[in-house]
Nanobody, 123 residues
Framework: IQLQASGGGLVQAGGSLRLSCAAS????????MGWFRQAPGKEREFVAA????????YYVDSVKGRFTISRDNAKNTVYLQMNSLKPEDTAVYYC?????????????????WGQGTLVTVSS
């Protein structure tokens, strides 16, 4: 599976962005999908994940109530709707795919990664 993330950009604090991650290759619906981010000078961290059918989602506490992960298996795409953005959300955001989905927040669990898209939130 190949992943292509898009939708990043510059936004003011309090604004919104929607990231997309388009998948090609193998059957998209067989993969647990996740979003991660890496801020300058920091380690990559988990943001959100969504189950194969889209019925179950999981978020890091810092984005709960502000971010929403969703997927459209017919379009082979996973989304991350980001509202009420804060300067501390500034990072490169990566989408990732996991075959067996045993540890949703673990970077090591994911098998395939997109190239990342930069989100910059100004204060």
């Amino acid at each position: 599976i190949q992943l292509q993330a898009s939708g990043g950009g510059l936004v003011q604090a309090g604004g919104s962005l929607r990231l997309s991650c388009a998948a090609s290759g193998r059957t998209f619906s067989r993969y647990l999908m996740g979003w991660f981010r890496q801020a300058p000078g920091k380690e990559r961290e988990f943001v959100a994940a969504i189950s194969w059918s889209g019925g179950i989602t999981y978020y890091v506490d810092s984005v709960k109530g502000r971010f929403t992960i969703s997927r459209d298996n017919a379009k082979n795409t996973v989304y991350l709707q980001m509202n009420s953005l804060k300067p501390e959300d500034t990072a490169v955001y990566y989408c990732a795919a996991d075959v067996d989905g045993s540890r949703w927040s673990s970077i090591a669990e994911y098998d395939y990664w997109g190239q990342g898209t930069l989100v910059t939130v100004s204060s």
